[in-house]
């Protein structure tokens, strides 16, 4: 049975930084295209970042030139480093990857910044 499993969330101070890790278990031949979201109280769930199989990636505006998505196919795990981390970032944070056929989500991590 194939699940992802997050970790690295927490809170920090604004300026600070956090590496959240979304990996799969189980029986995973190789991951296809991963991305990360975040939602929070009055917030829809929001697209962060996205990165190919192929390793293009994409981000969100109010994210762009702080967060970074990478993967190791290695490890079948999907990573986001999160620099000069803001208040307004405080979500849950979720992972997902497309795994064969269909699209698995990781449980959530909490990300909260202080100011």
């Known amino acids: 049975q194939v699940q992802l499993v997050e970790s690295g969330g927490g809170l920090v101070q604004a300026g600070g930084s956090l590496r959240l890790s979304c990996a799969a278990s189980?029986?995973?031949?190789?991951?296809?295209?991963g991305a990360w979201y975040r939602q929070g109280p009055g917030f829809q769930r929001e697209l962060v970042a996205r990165?190919?199989?192929?390793?293009?990636?994409n981000y969100a505006d109010s994210v762009k030139g702080r967060f970074t998505i990478s993967r190791d196919n290695a490890k079948n795990a999907v990573y986001l480093q999160m620099n000069n981390l803001k208040p307004e970032d405080t979500r849950v944070y979720y992972c997902?990857?497309?795994?064969?056929?269909?699209?698995?989500w990781g449980q959530g991590t909490q990300v909260a910044v202080s100011s």
């Open positions: 990165i190919t199989s192929a390793g293009s990636t």
């Open positions: 997902n990857i497309v795994i064969g056929s269909r699209i698995y």
């Open positions: 189980g029986t995973v031949l190789s991951i296809g295209a």
